[in-house]
């Protein structure tokens, strides 16, 4: 069983910063890749940022040059670094994690709010 946690989620200004965490449990070796959504309210889930097992991202075109993903395997974490942070970005974001037999995971999710 994959668990997926969340973390670093919160209230934060427009134009500021904000980093969240995605910690599994066991190795990410074992994912094919892991991205971040994010649903905001009354919207669809959108997928933000994904990145390879081999560390290929990419990224929503409304975050491009504002958020970068990066992984660290030797702490099994996944990290969403959010800049320039925009009214538009508050949403509740969540973590997955696709295995190689295709299972997709999901972390419980974690609110972003950001003040104009």
């Known amino acids: 069983q994959v668990q997926l946690v969340e973390s670093g989620g919160g209230l934060v200004q427009a134009g500021g910063s904000q980093r969240l965490s995605c910690a599994a449990s066991?190795?990410?070796?074992?994912?094919?890749?892991m991205a971040w959504y994010r649903q905001a309210s009354g919207k669809q889930r959108e997928l933000v940022a994904r990145?390879?097992?081999?560390?290929?991202?990419n990224y929503a075109d409304s975050v491009k040059g504002r958020f970068t993903l990066s992984r660290d395997n030797a702490k099994n974490t996944v990290y969403l670094q959010m800049n320039s942070l925009k009214s538009e970005d508050t949403a509740v974001y969540y973590c997955?994690?696709?295995?190689?037999?295709?299972?997709?995971?999901w972390g419980q999710g974690t609110q972003v709010t950001v003040s104009s």
């Open positions: 997955t994690a696709r295995t190689t037999g295709g299972t997709l995971y």
């Open positions: 066991g190795s990410i070796f074992r994912f094919n890749a």
């Open positions: 990145i390879t097992n081999t560390g290929i991202t």
